[in-house]
């Protein structure tokens, strides 16, 4: 029996600073830093070969504590969160003291193997959960991040931005020249628009000029067992202009068809399809912020 939980995240940093005085005997200098990410969602449970998918709402919040700017360690705190719809209420815990091992002053890095699960204002180890197998990965130049953990070797938990971006060379997700897709989610409708960059459509013989960016917006949006499908069908979309691409005009000669697309949470990877003007649009790509895939 395999169960897999997926979220989702919006995200915000706050930043404090202190320092021991010269004066006193050497003692690293502690540096604190808070990344909180709220309304996460979208719980799939895979049963079988069936899935019963229900959407859920939890904060989670991540103090890291530096010393020296050279070792840190992570405490991640959950509220609100269930792992199975058949969950009477929702649990929250501390992962405490998780060690990072790779960090630098733009990210850092963390794993467990199995920390330790607390309840909320209690020193004592709370037993009915086991987690193991945690991953993160806080972007801090970018203010997105990433975390996975295992619930009693069943549940698979994974806590992405809202905002889900395609990776680009150098492991960003943003290019000049490069292809890359921005998905935004919105959890009410359960509704997604797709934005893709730097495209170029081939209709027979001809090539389109390099369209800097574009969006599809009203896709539906279907949670699976990996992540989320997507569909849509007769969409008018967006052509954006002006120096900083927010001016967004109307392409009604460049209808989409047969919208079809998914997004792997698991696989760490995205596909488009859909035709428009007489063309086909197929591509798949990674996607950015899933370090955790390679450790």
Same mark, same amino acid.
């Given at each position: ?34 990344? +909180? ?33 050279? !070792? ?13 719809? =058949? ?8 992962? !405490? ?15 467990? &193997? ?6 909320? %204002? ?9 987690? &193991?197998?945690? =991953? ?32 680009? !060379? ?26 893709? =960059? ?5 209709? *027979? ?10 969006? +599809? ?14 569909? *849509? ?29 998914? +997004?792997?949470?698991? %696989? ?9 003007? %007489? ?17």
């Amino acid at each position: 029996m395999k169960k897999i939980l997926l979220s989702l995240a919006l995200v915000a940093m706050a930043l404090s600073f202190t320092s021991c005085g010269d004066d006193e005997p050497y003692s690293p200098e502690i540096t604190n830093e808070t990344v +909180i990410g709220k309304d996460l969602i979208n719980s799939t449970v895979t049963i079988a070969s069936n899935s019963v998918n229900y959407i859920e709402t939890a904060d989670y919040t991540f103090d890291i504590e530096y010393r020296d700017m050279n !070792e840190a360690t992570v405490d991640v705190k959950a509220n609100g969160v269930k792992f199975d719809s =058949h969950m009477p209420y929702p649990v929250s815990f501390v992962m !405490e003291s998780i060690k990072t091992y790779k960090l630098n002053d733009q990210y850092v890095e963390f794993f467990a &193997s199995s920390p330790k699960f607390l309840k909320p %204002g209690s020193l004592e180890e709370n037993t009915n959960y086991t987690l &193991s197998d945690v =991953h993160g990965y806080i972007d801090k130049r970018n203010n997105v991040y990433s975390l996975r953990y295992t619930v009693n070797n069943t549940w698979l938990v994974l806590v992405t931005s809202s905002t889900i971006r395609s990776r680009v !060379e150098g492991n960003d997700y943003t290019s000049p020249t490069e292809t890359y897709y921005i998905y935004k989610i919105d959890v009410a409708t359960m509704k997604a628009e797709v934005f893709m =960059h730097n495209i170029q459509f081939t209709v *027979g013989g001809a090539i389109s000029p390099v369209l800097k960016k574009i969006s +599809i917006p009203d896709i539906d949006v279907t949670p699976t067992a990996t992540g989320f499908d997507l569909a *849509g069908n007769n969409i008018v979309p967006y052509n954006f202009s002006g120096a900083n691409l927010d001016q967004a005009t109307p392409m009604a000669p460049m209808n989409v068809t047969n919208y079809q697309g998914t +997004i792997d949470l698991t %696989g760490g990877s995205n596909t488009i399809f859909f035709n428009s003007m %007489g063309g086909v649009w197929d591509s798949s790509s990674s996607l950015y912020l899933w370090q955790w895939r390679a450790n």
